[in-house]
């Protein structure tokens, strides 16, 4: 079976290591929008303190408001599962929303698990933006997503340079040379990040 490749811009930035300086700065800005938010909320008696779950209601309640008339900003859909799964459990939810938040931005920032700590942000984005609350959501959710397409190389300039690769994933544990040709040392031209896997597996099916 022929294999569709992506196209060489595609291939360039979300493959090549020596693109990853666009990711790493895209990641900080992301990164720190998440965690100032989620510091905010953790250190607020109405997100996590004596009166955890205020915050929250307030919040979802603003929503509903928001889902009647002709051209509702909340769709119906939504406005019933924030009245009928979130509203009734305003304290876990407004813990799951402050650490969320403040997690995927620590994550984010040290290039951690990059990919997942980008979807999970892309997720909250998307909900803010379900229950109507449009501000910097659509700017922050585009990012993310570029973020989650971009996993293997967003956080080479961060931890995940030498936790994926511990971890077998995208790259073999013992796949060094494949790093150092990704990186473009030695004066070989850069390749994707595992492409040269994928090579060597082919060249060894032609034996």
């Known amino acids: 079976m022929r294999a569709i490749h992506d196209p060489p ?12 300086w666009i990711w790493l700065i895209l990641r900080l800005y992301v990164g720190w ?4 938010a989620g510091w905010e909320k953790v250190t607020s008696p109405a997100w996590t303190g004596a009166q ?7 919040f979802v309640k603003g929503a509903l408001a928001k889902a009647g008339g002709a051209h509702p900003a909340v769709q119906g859909w939504y406005g019933w599962f924030l009245q009928h799964v979130i509203l009734p ?8 929303v402050a650490w ?3 997690l995927v931005g620590v994550a984010l920032i040290l290039g951690i698990f990059t990919g997942i700590a980008a979807f999970f942000g892309s997720v909250m984005n998307t909900s803010y933006l379900l229950a109507g609350a449009v501000s910097t959501n659509p700017v922050l959710l585009a990012i993310a997503t570029l973020l989650a397409l971009a996993w293997k190389t967003a956080g080479w300039w961060g931890i995940d340079r030498w936790l994926l690769p511990a971890l077998g994933t995208p790259w073999s544990p013992s796949a060094g040379r494949e790093g150092e040709r990704a990186t473009g040392r030695g004066g ?7 492409e040269g896997r994928a090579a060597d597996t082919r060249a060894t099916r032609q034996r």
């Open 89 to 96: 459990y305003p304290v876990p939810w407004g813990y799951v």
């Open 100 to 102: 969320g938040e403040l």
């Open 9 to 20: 811009l595609a291939r360039a930035l979300f493959g090549d290591a020596r693109w990853a």
């Open 52 to 58: 955890a779950g205020t915050a929250l209601t307030g």
């Open 33 to 36: 929008q998440w965690a100032s």
């Open 188 to 194: 070989a031209e850069a390749e994707p990040i595992g």
